[in-house]
T-cell receptor, first 110, second 115 residues
Framework: GQQVMQIPQYQHVQEGEDFTTYCNSS?????IQWYKQRPGGHPVFLIQ?????EVKKQKRLTFQFGEAKKNSSLHITATQTTDVGTYFC??????????FGKGTTLSVSS | NAGVTQTPKFQVLKTGQSMTLQCAQD?????MYWYRQDPGMGLRLIYY???????DKGEVPNGYNVSRLNKREFSLRLESAAPSQTSVYFC??????????????FGPGTRLTVL
């Protein structure tokens, strides 16, 4: 069945360093969404990408959707302790339910 | 607006017991979902309801049943709980702002332990 693979599973950085998580699908996606889950909390929607090659920015966060619409990335510039949590990508093939990746858990030390 | 609410927040069951997890949303969303989250496994879809009156199986439906009671409410039932069903259960809903725009709003979760 359709799978959405996400790497790395864990990442530890020093505050101020950059962070990137990658998402790959075995099939072409109609769109991809990104969510953040703080420790002990619930997933919260960050953004959706729809177009091939799309790049969107939210302050220090940059989201990309690959040209083939099979991969995506989230890059955080100059991490802060408030960035701690698990970041999930979730991809949708047209007409099907959203499939979540297993997430990347980010820890930040000050 | 409360968004998506779930009850209970915590539950401990013995193997073989049954229970129903309740979920309600006040955003007039058509679609509702039940996920389970296990360490290292991400979010896995159990069942979803694209609209009132319809339900469909997700990735891991075995051992569960659902009821879309009305547009607001979507319940998840465990008929005979097993230790493998120990997990955090999240309910979510999404609206219809065009075919491709459908962010999901999650409830706070139910932490279930089956002994």
């Amino acid at each position: 069945g359709q799978q959405v693979m996400q790497i790395p599973q864990y990442q530890h950085v020093q505050e101020g360093e950059d962070f990137t998580t990658y998402c790959n699908s075995s099939t072409t996606l109609s769109n991809i969404q990104w969510y953040k889950q703080r420790p002990g909390g619930h997933p919260v929607f960050l953004i959706q990408l729809v177009k091939s090659g799309e790049v969107k920015k939210q302050k220090r966060l940059t989201f990309q959707f690959g040209e083939a619409k099979k991969n995506s990335s989230l890059h955080i510039t100059a991490t802060q302790t408030t960035d701690v949590g698990t970041y999930f990508c979730a991809g949708r093939v047209a007409g099907t339910a959203l499939i979540f990746g297993k997430g990347t858990t980010l820890s930040v030390s000050s | 607006n409360a968004g998506v609410t779930q009850t209970p927040k915590f539950q401990v069951l013995k193997t073989g017991q049954s229970m129903t997890l309740q979920c309600a949303q006040d955003m007039n969303h058509n679609s509702m979902y039940w996920y389970r989250q296990d360490p290292g496994m991400g979010l896995r879809l159990i069942y979803y309801s694209a609209s009132e009156g319809t339900t469909d199986k997700g990735e891991v439906p075995n051992g569960y049943n659902v009821s879309r009671l009305n547009k607001r409410e979507f319940s998840l039932r465990l008929e005979s709980a097993a230790p493998s069903q120990t997990s955090v259960y999240f309910c979510a809903s999404s609206g219809n702002r065009g075919r491709s725009y459908n962010e999901q709003f999650f409830g706070p979760g139910t932490r279930l332990t089956v002994l």
